[in-house]
């Protein structure tokens, strides 16, 4: 059973930056499509950048092209989420998922996947 808990988040002014993790235990993580969705208040949880099982192919939603970088590092079962140039719109609980060897255009394309954390609460406001 994979757990992931997520980290990183906090308050910050328009046009600072964060970085977020997701840290993973109990399953083979290199076997599993990583996505990070959001869900700000009064809205749908959705997708903002996946990424495949060993790195090479990645997904943003055209909201954050330019701005997020996402990541991962196998060997310490972790996934990054870097975010520049933050906007309020920006503003939202931020959850890691998992899926298991699922195409990344599909894991960010839903929101019914077998693995999620908690979530972690990012404010961009001045």
């Known amino acids: 059973q994979l757990q992931l808990v997520e980290s990183g988040g906090g308050l910050v002014q328009p046009g600072g930056s964060l970085r977020l993790s997701c840290a993973a235990s109990g399953g083979r993580f290199e076997d599993y499509t990583i996505g990070w969705f959001r869900q700000a208040p009064g809205k749908e949880r959705e997708g903002v950048s996946c990424?495949?099982?060993?790195?090479?192919?990645?997904n943003y939603a055209d909201s954050v092209k330019g701005r997020f970088t996402i990541s991962r590092d196998n060997a310490e079962n972790t996934v990054y989420l870097e975010m520049n140039g933050l906007k309020p719109e920006d503003t939202a609980v931020y959850y890691c998922?998992?899926?298991?060897?699922?195409?990344?255009?599909?894991?960010?394309?839903?929101?019914?996947?077998?693995?999620w954390g908690q979530g972690t609460q990012v404010t961009v406001s001045s």
């Open positions: 998922a998992a899926d298991l060897l699922l195409a990344v255009q599909s894991m960010c394309s839903d929101t019914d996947h077998d693995y």
């Open positions: 990424i495949s099982t060993r790195g090479g192919v990645t």
